[in-house]
């Protein structure tokens, strides 16, 4: 039976941020075997994070694309902020993978295997193995896992769900220097649903439809939403679809749960890095990874440690979440007011939980503080 120092099950956002973290470490030499069902040759997502400049793993071989401006919109009021420091960058999926294959191919120790993972066991101190199905079982010493459980999307636990359309226009109507972060629409059956707008040039974009929601919504139903969406904010404009994405993120506090054993290093949304409250991940996914990198050097990781809140940021998820699902009209507004009435890079600071509680009072004092006291009240865990 083939041994490795470790197996990383599952190269989505989460095991390709530690492999690039691995390969720039003094442990770059462990022989480290990549379990992944899917190929990752195609462009089948989006993601975004806002920093003063890209970060390490972020693509170099093609296009740069950020933005220095957002702006909100709600009930026709809009509010447009400058990132002062910050900017607001995209990575595109097919770039990541293409990348991460790219920076693994230079280490003949590393190895990428397409096989789906059917069981993870514990051994004795030193190992563990997984049961790959077509390519049998490999020994190793650590096991990291990103690979989710199924999850039952029925469930009334709270759900972000998206679909966005990148869109090519054609005529210039764009303005490429500023992203719509949120844009409610009054029209929607849901008051929480809204759009998310990346324009990459005048005449393209991502389009994109989100709600938070405890039923699960139809494909078809996200698209008509979109469609109309175009027809009213851009009438008369002929587009073409070049690219379609969706999905959906369970919006909770609790501990994600997983039928792996408990030595298994959980990474990415199983490790917690889902902020609850607004569906962010891959900047935690990054912090996460670098506490990890760091522990193994150091070689004193206990094992599945998951990635850790402050636990005042737990109880304002839950108080958003709780608004949510009982006053779903009250969100359109509380987002709208946080960003109007503070500096936007403050706000992404706080959606980083990164400010300090002074900061965080600042922040929530200038709100309305009715809809939050009533949701104390009624305080519920999601």
């Not at 997502?45 to 919109?73: G, Q």
């Not at 109507?173 to 929480?192: C, G, H, R, Y």
């Not at 206990?302 to 998820?317: H, I, L």
């Amino acid at each position: 039976m083939k041994s490795y120092d470790y197996i990383i099950c599952g190269f989505g956002c989460a095991g390709i941020s530690l492999i690039r973290q691995i390969i720039n470490s003094p442990l770059k030499d462990k022989n480290i075997l990549i379990v992944d069902s899917d190929p990752k040759k195609k462009n089948d997502r989006t993601w975004c994070y806002w920093a003063e400049s890209p970060l390490d793993l972020h693509p170099r071989n093609a296009p740069l694309v950020f933005w220095n401006k957002i702006k909100i919109i709600s009930d026709h009021q809009v509010t447009e902020k400058n990132l002062e420091h910050l900017k607001y960058f995209h990575i595109k999926a097919s770039d990541f993978y293409r990348e991460a294959f790219d920076a693994i191919a230079e280490y003949p120790n590393i190895e990428f295997l397409q096989d789906s993972v059917d069981q993870i066991a514990e051994g004795n101190l030193d190992d563990m193995t997984v049961y790959l199905k077509e390519n049998g079982p490999f020994k190793c010493q650590k096991v990291f896992n990103s690979i989710p459980p199924v999850v039952d999307f029925n469930s009334k636990m709270i759900k972000q769900i998206f679909m966005g359309w990148e869109i090519s226009f054609e005529s210039p109507i764009l303005d490429p220097k500023v992203a719509t972060f949120m844009q409610f629409d009054q029209e929607s059956i849901s008051p929480n649903d809204f759009f998310y707008v990346l324009p990459f040039s005048s005449k393209s974009a991502l389009v994109e439809f989100t709600t938070y929601r405890t039923e699960m919504i139809g494909e078809n139903e996200m698209e008509t939403y979109i469609t109309k969406y175009l027809d009213k904010n851009y009438p008369g404009c002929t587009y073409n679809i070049q690219f379609k994405e969706k999905g959906c993120i369970p919006l909770t506090t609790f501990p994600m749960e997983s039928s792996s054993p408990q030595r298994v290093i959980q990474l990415g949304t199983l490790a917690g890095c889902t902020k609850p409250s607004s569906g962010f991940t891959f900047y935690n996914i990054q912090k996460h990874c670098g506490e990890i990198v760091q522990k193994l050097q150091e070689e004193n990781y206990p094992g599945s440690q998951k990635w850790k809140r402050k636990s005042r940021f737990t109880f304002y998820d839950n108080i958003l979440l709780n608004i949510a699902k009982k006053w779903p009209s009250e969100l359109p507004e509380i987002f709208f007011t946080m960003f109007e009435k503070n500096p936007a890079s403050q706000i992404l600071k706080f959606l980083n939980e990164e400010t300090t509680l002074s900061e965080e009072i600042s922040i929530l004092w200038k709100l309305r503080f009715n809809i939050f006291i009533k949701s104390l009240l009624n305080y519920e865990r999601h």
